[in-house]
């Protein structure tokens, strides 16, 4: 066995500690010696008790290996790879935590997605470094029945800033492409519409000029809607939420949206004619329920823009338009608008019903904000029952809006809250 030398001794109490000149590997064996010297300096009690010599003395020591194993991705299983809609979850074995830092993700460009043989590009990675795993977003969602593979590239054979690694810094090594399990699920269907009533009998003892009732119109059908919110849940069954989230939880509370009145999700057109995913939550707490709310959506819908609209401003899907009920009359209610940062909204937008300008209420002025919440931009804001921004401008214990969320130029000074007649301030 090699000798280390001892660099400094420090005593406290009674405890003496030695700092050695390197540090020891978890696979040495050490021992520790002492000699008493002839001198003063000595290891000794207050009373002045010197210390008896001892030889070989067995030493526990807590060094641990180093992590060496990168995170391997699970293929097979409940954890392995699977997607719902536009998340694909990748679950990955490893003795530590993955290193979820921002700044060490891996690029979108990394991974090869291919739907039916088609290329879906990645636009987010999210990772989950105790629950080891990397879930991408998707730019087009996948539909039911479709097959998906996932492959990954890791940039070199060292250990990269950006990359799929452990907390150690140990990458996980390249994949080829792996079957992926589709769990996205079928929309649910309509239930068949109720026969026609069958018309009426031709009255009896009548004249010949059709004298009597006329028969019943047949009740128009009506699309199931469980939590009565306005949305069909034809349409909330396909709300597209944050990452990790199912389909049909727009807002990624574990919660189905057709089941719960507070959260309403329905697809807008957007101007280029394609369709998105907006969901409305009220009394919104960070995008989520507040636990006591009674409060609920009765209506949620997409309007035309006005003509009177300002110029500076983009509405590529024209206006949210919505109906909610409050806990109590003339209260102060938040809401939480989410929608696809694709669209390019910076801002979300309401008519002063006082003034007549149009109002950034998603900004700090007006007590609101914009987050970037797992790939989703939720949109932030308040209303107050009856005030400028309530459409009813009556403290009734209801908020009607219709609002944009938009996009608009910045100013010299940063982002807009107000504008009017095309110009900001």
Known sequence: AAAISVNSVAVSGKTVTLTLSRVVTSAETVTVSYTKPTGDNVIQDAAGNDAVSFSNQAVTHGTTAADTTPPVLITTGDLGPKVTGNQLVLSFSDTGNLDADAAHKPANGAFTVLVNGVAN?????TVGAPAKTVTLTLSTAVTPGQ????????????NDANAIQDAAGNDAPSFAATEVTNNTPAP??????????PAAPPPSGG???GGG?????PTPHKEPDTDSDGVPDAQENLAIGPAGAAVGDGNGDNVQDRTQAAVASYSATTSSSSSTSVTLVVDSQDGKVTASSTARITSLVQKATPTQMPRALETPIALTSFKTTLDAAGSSETFSLYVDPKIGANGYWVQDGTTGTWVNLASSPYGGKMVNEGGRLRLDFQIKDGGPFDADSTADGAVTASGAAAKMPLSVTGQASVVHDGFWF
């Open 147 to 158: 097959t998906v593979t996932v492959a990954y590239a890791d940039p070199t054979t060292g």
């Open 188 to 197: 649910v269907a309509p239930p068949p519409a109720a026969p026609a009533p």
């Open 213 to 217: 009732s006329p028969a019943p119109a």
């Open 121 to 125: 590009a990645v636009t987010n990675v």
């Open 207 to 209: 004249s010949s000029g």
